[in-house]
């Protein structure tokens, strides 16, 4: 697998980062992965791809805080990214590094890490949900995947200092939960892992075999997608 730490100077340029990348390795056919890592600079929110803004997120209060909103390709709930958050990537060959149906690829890709995680912290880690890594029925990780038809982009966050306070301010419950939740707030519902980030990405490296550099950046069909599509309002609001 190949590898490379990659965090650009804006959010809407990151998201586009991981379409072009996926986009890249589709067109090319490559015969190899990619794990990319990232971790972004400011505090901003990111919504599913179909999410409804107003019913995920408390606007008034973003604009209160200064923070931007964002919409990606892939699905799943709306999230909080900033300071203490560490993002990955993954393009991986359909059929090859994952299984063709969505469930099975999840369970691959979070196997994975769930034992990255356990190994760090000597307790228990368990999978919830379709996508949700816990520790003691608390969220500390959630996953996306975006497919095409020879590679899958699967991406999410691993919590590790990210001011809790900040994320119940600015998202509201959201409309579509996760059994599992049962309706609980933001601050007890997720938590962090209070790892050093350096660390946990020599155990990302580590599980997923990732030693290759990868350096065929794609940064013409980045900023491309950034004008066309993840930097528009009305991509971000179109539900």
Same mark, same amino acid.
């Given at each position: 697998?190949?590898?490379?730490?990659?965090?650009? &100077?804006?959010?809407?340029?990151?998201?586009?980062?991981?379409?072009?990348?996926?986009?890249?390795?589709?067109?090319? #056919?490559?015969?190899?992965?990619?794990? @990319?890592?990232?971790?972004?600079?400011?505090?901003?929110?990111?919504?599913?791809? +179909?999410?409804?803004?107003? *019913?995920?997120?408390?606007?008034?209060?973003?604009? &209160?805080? #200064?923070l *931007?909103?964002?919409?990606?390709?892939?699905g799943?709930?709306?999230?909080?990214?900033?300071?203490?958050?560490?993002?990955? +990537?993954?393009?991986?060959? !359909?059929? %090859?590094?994952?299984?063709l149906?969505?469930?099975? *690829?999840?369970?691959?890709?979070?196997?994975?890490?769930?034992?990255?995680?356990?190994?760090?912290?000597?307790?228990?880690?368990?999978?919830?949900?379709?996508?949700?890594?816990?520790?003691?029925?608390?969220k500390? +990780?959630g996953?996306?995947?975006?497919?095409? @038809?020879?590679?899958?982009? %699967?991406?999410?966050?691993?919590?590790?200092?990210?001011?809790?306070?900040?994320?119940?301010?600015?998202? @509201?419950?959201? *409309?579509?939960?996760? %059994?599992?939740r049962?309706?609980? +707030?933001?601050?007890?519902?997720m938590?962090?892992?209070?790892?050093d980030?350096? !660390?946990?990405?020599?155990?990302?490296?580590?599980?997923w075999?990732? &030693?290759?550099?990868?350096?065929?950046?794609?940064?013409?069909?980045?900023?491309?997608?950034?004008? &066309?599509?993840?930097?528009?309002?009305?991509?971000?609001?179109?539900?």
């Amino acid at each position: 697998m190949q590898y490379i730490e990659l965090t650009l &100077s804006d959010p809407a340029s990151n998201l586009a980062c991981d379409e072009a990348l996926v986009e890249l390795f589709e067109a090319r #056919r490559a015969p190899d992965c990619l794990l @990319r890592i990232w971790e972004p600079k400011n505090h901003f929110i990111v919504l599913g791809h +179909s999410n409804r803004i107003d *019913s995920e997120v408390d606007v008034a209060a973003c604009e &209160s805080e #200064r923070l *931007s909103i964002f919409r990606r390709l892939s699905g799943g709930g709306t999230v909080m990214q900033g300071p203490g958050c560490l993002n990955y +990537s993954l393009i991986l060959r !359909n059929g %090859v590094d994952i299984p063709l149906g969505i469930a099975e *690829s999840f369970q691959v890709v979070l196997e994975h890490h769930k034992q990255c995680i356990q190994e760090m912290i000597g307790d228990c880690v368990d999978i919830a949900g379709v996508s949700d890594l816990v520790i003691n029925g608390r969220k500390f +990780s959630g996953n996306a995947q975006y497919r095409k @038809r020879r590679f899958t982009l %699967v991406h999410g966050t691993f919590l590790l200092n990210l001011d809790p306070a900040i994320v119940a301010r600015c998202l @509201r419950l959201p *409309s579509k939960q996760p %059994v599992y939740r049962q309706n609980r +707030s933001h601050d007890s519902f997720m938590r962090n892992l209070h790892l050093d980030p350096n !660390n946990v990405r020599k155990a990302l490296k580590a599980v997923w075999s990732a &030693s290759d550099q990868f350096s065929e950046v794609p940064n013409a069909m980045i900023a491309d997608l950034k004008e &066309s599509r993840y930097g528009r309002p009305d991509w971000t609001r179109k539900f």
